[in-house]
Every structure is written in C-alpha cells, then in structure tokens.
T-cell receptor
Framework: RKEVEQDPGPFNVPEGATVAFNCTYSNSASQSFFWYRQDCRKEPKLLMSVYSSGNEDGRFTAQLNRASQYISLLIRDSKLSDSATYLCVVNMKGRDDKIIFGKGTRLHILP | DTGVSQDPRHKITKRGQNVTFRCDPISEHNRLYWYRQTLGQGPEFLTYFQNEAQLEKSRLLSDRFSAERPKGSFSTLEIQRTEQGDSAMYLC?????????????FGPGTRLTVL
C-alpha cells in the first residue's frame, strides 16, 4: 500500500457544484495533514492544514478520520478558479520529520 | 509570492555537466526542504535542514546530489554529472520546525532540463 494515495482524477465538475476528494495514508503514526493546491507549472501553495476536529475556510472544509486513516477536502459552490491539482500531504513526526505528498487529484471546473 | 525565492528559474544543461541551484527561504524560518517533481507526480522529498544541520536525506538523493545550508539561511543543491533522468522541477520550501503543525511554503522552483 502506498504511503499516501489519492484518486488522480480528473474530476470534471460544473461550476457551482460541490466536489469532495479523499486521501488515504498508510502510517498510523502520521501526525499532521495538509491540503495544497498546485496550478499548472506552478509551485504548490498551502490551501489548509487539517485539524483533528475538522476545519473550514470559506467554501473549503477539511476532515480527518484517524480510525480509517483518511483525510478529505470538500469544496462548495465551486468556481472556475478552483481548477487545479489538489495535493494531500502527510507529516509523520518522530526523531525526524517525514513528509509525504500524494500524487494529486486534478480538478476541472466546467463553465 | 510566499517569500521563498529560487534561482535560476530555468536551467538547461548538457548531460554530464554540473549544476547548482540556490534557495532563499523566508528569513525567520529555520527549516528548509528540497523536493523534486516530475510531470504528473507529487513532489518527492529529497532532503531537509534545520538551521545548518542536514537532518534527513531521501534514498532518491544519490551521491551525485549534495545540498548545503552553511549559515542556516540560504541553501544550495548541486547535481554533479547530470543525467537525462535528472530533468525535473526542483522545489524548495521553508517552514518553522518545532511547531505542532509543520506548514511549508514553497518557492517557484527551478526547472532543470538535461539534454
């Protein structure tokens, strides 16, 4: 099983719809989790950290399920500008940090 | 603009040549990370520094690769005897170690093409 897995997509979603992505991780020692957004040929940008109790930032909601070892990202009222690749990131903290990126899920918002 | 800068933004080199990339992190960040990203893949961790100490190196970092952060500020990544398989985007990120959440902020990357 890969350390961090994401559905590569693409997800083709009409503007205004709600879309959700999941990301599973294999190591139960994982301690912190993030969603990054990456536009084509650009660097990844931090979208949001994922907290144990779940968190929301405007149209974006992130959830963590430690028992099932997955995190999710929900985008409501999607905009054309949401089209990007969404990267799941898992950080296992121990003596040293181990940071694993998923391969990303591509999202296309259709007008 | 996150405040992390990388130079050069693009590098084209011939196989066998050496290349060196520079990263300037956000000034108050003590951690600096190097990643490599190829098309259709997520960033792959290469190495990271806390201040000037190199704390972890991925097995992806062959002996042709070396990274330094001599004064705990900027960092350089050198690739010796480049191969075509080294063609990728090299990303640098910085963050604050010791915080409960290890958020990282990326620079724009250096795109390397080995001919």
């Amino acid at each position: 099983r890969k350390e961090v897995e994401q559905d590569p997509g693409p997800f083709n979603v009409p503007e205004g719809a709600t879309v959700a992505f999941n990301c599973t991780y294999s190591n139960s020692a994982s301690q912190s989790f993030f969603w990054y957004r990456q536009d084509c040929r650009k660097e990844p940008k931090l979208l949001m950290s994922v907290y144990s109790s779940g968190n929301e930032d405007g149209r974006f909601t992130a959830q963590l399920n430690r028992a099932s070892q997955y995190i999710s990202l929900l985008i409501r009222d999607s905009k054309l500008s949401d089209s990007a690749t969404y990267l799941c990131v898992v950080n296992m903290k121990g003596r040293d940090d181990k940071i694993i990126f998923g391969k990303g899920t591509r999202l296309h918002i259709l007008p | 603009d996150t405040g992390v800068s990388q130079d050069p933004r693009h590098k084209i080199t011939k196989r066998g040549q050496n290349v060196t990339f520079r990263c300037d992190p956000i000034s108050e960040h003590n951690r600096l990370y190097w990643y490599r990203q190829t098309l259709g893949q997520g960033p792959e961790f290469l190495t990271y520094f806390q201040n000037e100490a190199q704390l972890e190196k991925s097995r992806l970092l062959s002996d042709r690769f070396s990274a330094e952060r001599p004064k705990g500020s900027f960092s350089t990544l050198e690739i010796q005897r480049t191969e075509q398989g080294d063609s990728a985007m090299y990303l640098c990120a910085s963050g604050m170690g010791g915080s409960s959440y290890n958020e990282q902020f990326f620079g724009p990357g250096t795109r390397l093409t080995v001919l």
